[in-house]
Structures are given as C-alpha cells and as structure tokens.
C-alpha cells in the first residue's frame, strides 16, 4: 500500500482480555517501530525491527506485551491481559534507511473497560 | 541517551499571527531532529527534518525551523497561522547510531478566529 496501515483503527476490550494489533509498513520499509501515545503525553517507545535481526525490546513496559514481525514485512503487537492503564493510541511507524523519518499509520485506539 | 523538551504544553495564538513553538534537545554530538504534526484522529505527518547543513530549514505547510547548537534548540515558526494549523506538534530526535527516534510530549496549538 502507500502508507502504513493499522487495523483495528479502533479497539474496546474487556480489562484481562487479550488483544492484537496489526501494522502493514511500507512495501520495502525495513525498520518498524511500535510507539504507544497516552492521553496528554508523547510518544513512548515499546520495540524496533530492523530487517532480519533480534527486535530491540527495550521499551517494552511490561512482560504482557510482545511483538513478532513475520517475513520481515506485517508486525502484530500482543498485550495479554490488559489492564485499564493500557488504553492508549498504538502507533505503527516504518522507514527505509537508518536516521531517515519514520512514516506512521493512523494508529489504534485501544480502550480497556 | 537523546532527549526532547517541548516546554510548552499549549499554545493559543490568533489566526494571521506569527508561531514559534519550542524544542530543546539533549545529545551529544550532531543530532538528527524533526517536526510532526497530528491532526485530530489522525496519524503523525512529516512537517521537516534536519540532518546537517544549511541550519534553516523549510517544510511544509509553510513552516521552518531552525537549528542552533549553541542553544541545543530546533524551533518550529509560521508567519501567519491558519485555523487549519491547530493541532499537536511534536518535536523529535535521532542520534547517530541510535535508530529509533525519541519525542517530545508535543505541543497543541490552538488557532482563535
């Protein structure tokens, strides 16, 4: 596609659910980025793909989320068992090259009730 | 690490007035730094970026900001604002090295008719 593509756009769940969240980059796009955007705050980052290598998890806040990006290209953000403090906006980025400008989708809004 | 203060949480300025919006940053060598803006709903655009050279630079939108190191600043400015400027602005910084960009806690604009 021509941008980055998030789905669902938007997400309510049930607090201890499990949720997935998708993010398509840009066709060619070797870095990805999941960066999470709470009400009145910036963006915090929560993990990194470059190409083929180990994902850099660093941002991750807790043990209940993950991340996987399979063939290099389509990545699924997981959070098991969601708590309320996890209702948020989920940001999907994508570039090309190194310290060039990510690209972002549209976000998921996610709401735990 | 790298580090971006956005010291301003909201700005008001009336439509047809000039804009400066601020951004510090905390790097040690030549950062890499860029302006997004979020409109309501809507992932982050790319107004501008700096990687090195001419200091001044243009984006989009009719917007420009400019580098000084000695004041670690990258200010965002618009001439005249339009109402359809109003929304979050967010400052960022990359590193050499260092892949994934760090934000500020954004600026929201709001433009008064």
């Known amino acids: 596609g021509a941008g980055v593509s998030q789905s669902p756009s938007n997400k309510v769940t049930e607090k201890g659910k499990d949720v997935e969240l998708r993010c398509d980059p840009i066709s060619g796009h070797t870095a990805l980025y999941w960066y999470r955007q709470s009400l009145g705050q910036g963006l915090e980052f929560l993990i990194y793909f470059q190409g083929n290598s180990a994902p850099d998890k660093s941002g991750l806040p807790s043990d209940r989320f993950s991340a996987e990006r399979t063939g290099g290209s389509v990545s699924t953000l997981t959070i098991q068992r969601t708590q309320q403090e996890d209702s948020a906006v989920y940001l999907c980025?994508?570039?090309?090259?190194?310290?060039?400008?990510?690209?972002f989708g549209q976000g998921t809004r996610l709401t735990v009730v | 690490a790298q580090s971006v203060t956005q010291p301003d949480i909201h700005i008001t300025v009336s439509e047809g007035a000039s804009l400066e919006l601020r951004c510090n940053y905390s790097y040690g060598a030549t950062p890499y730094l860029f302006w997004y803006v979020q409109s309501p709903g809507q992932g982050l655009q790319l107004l501008l970026k700096?990687?090195?050279?001419?200091?001044l630079v243009q984006g989009i939108k009719g917007f420009e900001a400019e580098f000084k190191r000695s004041q670690s600043s990258f200010n965002l400015r618009k001439p005249s604002v339009h109402w359809s400027d109003a929304a979050e602005y967010f400052c960022a910084v990359g590193a050499e090295g260092s892949y994934i960009p760090t934000f500020g806690r954004g600026t929201s604009l709001i433009v008064h008719p």
């Open positions: 700096y990687f090195s050279g001419d200091t």
């Open positions: 980025a994508s570039n090309d090259r190194l310290n060039t400008e990510a690209f």
